[in-house]
């Protein structure tokens, strides 16, 4: 399968306890960008990498939340100290630069808090 | 108000039905238009790039209309296939890239 993928799908986990979540991207592809996504709602952006570099950083993103991706290919999302709001399912996605920003989604994590 | 808002919905259309999703934008440095369409507990899958002269894939028709803000998707011949939530998804150039999705439109066909 040469698409994105995450891992885990699935976390559960009590509040107040770090997590770390994995992308691996298609391999081509230079930008990689992680959402968050409640019920009902569409991703909302929460981070974006060129290569190693990260861009952007939403301003709702709080100090507890921490995105690499050390050498341009995988990244990682960590939260700390999580809380009950933090539920939610976590998507990635990447793209080729030169392709119009059309983005590719890997099958997301979805974390309960507890 | 929100940068990209969309038709509340959800829409319940029968099966050959014809059906327009509209979503409109605030940001007029929005730069790139695109329709996703997401599966329940799925991701998000792009369905479509929309284009300024309006662009048409099999049953799925686009169109921009920039003085307007305004974008919008029509499904021809509905099947119940078509049954998801439809994103519209815009792209804003500022010092970087923001890449802005709407709430989504659901749409269930009912045979």
């Known amino acids: 399968d040469t698409g994105v993928s995450q891992d885990p799908r699935h976390k559960i986990t009590k509040r107040g306890q770090n997590v770390t979540f994995r992308c691996d991207p298609i391999?081509?592809?230079?930008?990689l960008y992680w959402y968050r996504q409640t019920l009902g709602q569409g991703p909302e952006f929460l981070t974006y990498?060129?290569?190693?570099?990260?861009?952007?950083k939403s301003r709702l993103l709080s100090d507890r939340f921490s995105a690499e991706r050390p050498k341009g290919s995988f990244s990682t999302l960590e939260i700390q100290r999580t809380e009950q709001g933090d539920s939610a399912m976590y998507l990635c996605?990447?793209?080729?630069?030169?392709?119009?920003?059309?983005?590719?989604f890997g099958p997301g994590t979805r974390l309960t808090v507890t | 108000r929100k940068e990209v808002e969309q038709d509340p919905g959800p829409f319940n259309v029968p099966e050959g039905a014809t059906v327009a999703f509209n979503c409109t934008y605030s940001n007029s440095a929005s730069q790139s238009f695109f329709w996703y369409r997401q599966d329940c507990r799925k991701e998000p899958k792009l369905l479509m790039s929309v284009y300024s002269s309006g662009n048409e894939d099999g049953r799925f028709t686009a169109q921009l209309n920039r003085a307007s803000q305004y974008i919008s998707l029509l499904i021809r011949d509905s099947k119940l296939s078509d049954s998801a939530t439809y994103l519209c998804v815009v792209n804003v150039k500022t010092s970087y890239d923001k890449v802005i999705f709407g709430p989504g439109t659901s749409l269930s066909v009912i045979p």
């Open positions: 996605a990447s793209s080729l630069r030169a392709n119009s920003y059309e983005q590719y």
């Open positions: 391999s081509e592809h230079n930008r």
């Open positions: 990498f060129q290569n190693e570099a990260q861009l952007e």
